[in-house]
């Protein structure tokens, strides 16, 4: 969904995170103070979180930065550029990912699809978890892909988006992040962001894969009051005297990722597999892994060669699993 030119020209104002009187605000859009009110209450109905004070104004909690496709298009390389055929950017969508899956079923020649959300109404995670997701906070993006092999040439793909994430994260100066198999984005053993692939096709070819990743900019207390799980995100990682623009990062992490699902093939894992065990934040570590209604206790070895999960049991066997979600046990 897409706000009205009306609303999108008052988020723009707001977007300092400074308080601007409703005169100010009116007389600036050429709104009356009547159509001002309408306009900041059906923005708050959507999920739009504006601090109104008497004898102050109207302001957002803190200052936001807006998507800008010409800002981030003018900060990819022109190889990229190319490899994108759809930018969409959307105010407000049930999920980047679930508007892919779908396209990827009507359309299924589609491919170099980017889909951005200011904010997502319904984002999934992992077992169908409600993926936190503020208005202009953080990223949520997905992007739709077109293998010409098969599903199963596509093992090992998330744990190599990872990787591109780690590549992106670091250029920005986001140090010490892990990744924690198969695909979350940890610091210091709390969540930062997720990614989620959807692959749907022919078992021999060709297949469509909805690469979504979801990733903590700015999270309030509040907003996040929701999350079942320690959780983290950049402004708490980075030193208070460094900024990061979404527009550089969101160019950043396209960037990378186009540069791993353009090249993909099912022997491709293999380049990204030392790197993702430099950043691999389970071994060692004591788990429970859920797999359907079991439960699975041991400690993680690491991974296979092929991306599997290993992990030693109780009962001292090591056993490989290609699915389930691993979870921290606490001592």
């Not at 599903?151 to 992106?168: D, K, Q």
Request: charged residues 20%; hydrophobic residues 40%; glycine residues 10%.
């Amino acid at each position: 969904m897409q706000f009205s030119e009306k609303k999108k020209a008052l988020l723009q104002l707001l977007a300092d995170g400074d308080f601007h009187s409703g005169t100010e605000l009116a007389d600036q859009l050429n709104f009356s103070r009547s159509a001002l009110w309408k306009q900041i209450n059906a923005l708050e109905d959507q999920g739009v979180d504006i601090l109104a004070v008497n004898g102050k104004g109207y302001r957002f909690k803190s200052s936001l930065e807006l998507f800008d496709k010409s800002c981030i298009v003018d900060n990819l390389t022109a190889t990229t550029r190319q490899l994108i055929s759809i930018f969409d950017i959307h105010d407000q969508i049930d999920s980047t990912n679930t508007n892919l899956v779908a396209l990827s079923r009507t359309s299924p020649e589609s491919t170099g699809v980017v889909c951005l959300a200011e904010q997502q109404t319904s984002g999934r995670g992992r077992r169908g978890r409600q993926w936190v997701s503020p208005f202009g906070r953080n990223i949520y993006c997905s992007v739709l892909w077109r293998f010409q092999e098969g599903p199963a040439s596509l093992s090992g793909l998330s744990l190599a988006i990872g990787v591109a994430v780690i590549r992106a994260l670091s250029a920005h100066g986001v140090q010490g992040v892990g990744l924690k198999w198969p695909n979350d984005i940890y610091w210091q053993q709390k969540k930062l962001g997720g990614i989620l692939v959807e692959v749907s096709g022919e078992s021999n070819g060709p297949c469509s894969a909805v690469i979504g990743l979801g990733l903590n900019l700015r999270l309030s207390g509040d907003e996040a009051s929701s999350i079942e799980q320690d959780w983290v995100d950049i402004s708490q990682i980075l030193d208070s005297s460094m900024k990061i623009s979404r527009n550089e990062l969101l160019a950043t992490l396209l960037e990378k990722i186009f540069q791993v699902i353009s090249h993909y093939t099912e022997q491709s894992f293999a380049q990204y597999r030392d790197e993702w065990r430099l950043y691999d934040c389970m071994q060692g570590q004591s788990v429970n892994l859920f797999v359907g209604k079991q439960v699975v206790a041991g400690a993680v070895l690491g991974i296979s060669d092929d991306g599997l999960l290993l992990l030693q049991t109780q009962d001292g066997k090591v056993q490989s699993y290609a699915s389930g979600e691993v979870s921290f046990r606490r001592s």
